[in-house]
């Protein structure tokens, strides 16, 4: 989620700097669209993993809270960055933003992890109480 921080960091502050058609693209109702959802989705994330964290210290996690957590803050994140980097046009691919970067080192996050298909089962096992892992 800090990956996803600094994307959407960056995101806000070219937003106040690029301008188009006499404008910051801010000032346009879909780029704000997109910085609102980001905003959202990274807020989720955060108090996911601060609430996770709790129940470690708490020694109250369990193994498909756990699966919650993996399954939707890598993702999440991920997509924050890829949204940040539409933002961004032609610069989003740029290494002189930080954007493309972190989008590429969530694709692995997306694996390391845990794969998704992998804490879908753990979380759907957890669900149901049946095992669907082969
Ligand atoms: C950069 C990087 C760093 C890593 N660091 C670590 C580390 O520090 N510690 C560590 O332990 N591991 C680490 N890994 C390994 C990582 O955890 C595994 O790559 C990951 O768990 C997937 O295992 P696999 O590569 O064997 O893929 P596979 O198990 O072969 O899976 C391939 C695909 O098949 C899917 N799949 C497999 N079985 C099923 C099933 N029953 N039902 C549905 N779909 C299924 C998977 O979800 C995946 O999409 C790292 C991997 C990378 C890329």
Same mark, same amino acid.
């Given at each position: 989620m800090g990956a996803a921080r600094s994307a959407l960091e960056s995101a806000v502050r070219y937003t106040l700097q690029r301008e188009q058609f006499g404008r910051p @693209?801010? %000032? *346009?109702q879909l780029t704000q669209a997109k910085l609102a959802e980001m905003s959202l989705e990274y807020t989720k994330g955060l108090l996911l993993a601060l609430h996770l964290g709790r129940r470690k210290d708490t020694h109250t996690l369990r193994p498909e809270q756990v699966s919650l957590g993996k399954l939707n803050n890598p993702r999440a994140a991920l997509e924050i960055c890829r949204t940040a980097r539409t933002i961004l046009g &032609?610069? &989003? @691919? %740029?290494?002189? *933003?930080p954007v493309i970067r972190h989008m590429n080192n969530l694709e692995s996050v997306l694996t390391y992890e845990g794969t998704v298909e992998m804490h879908t089962l753990v979380v759907g096992q957890a669900l149901t109480g049946i095992p669907a892992f082969r």
């Open positions: @693209i801010a %000032s *346009f &032609g610069n &989003g @691919i %740029s290494l002189e *933003f």
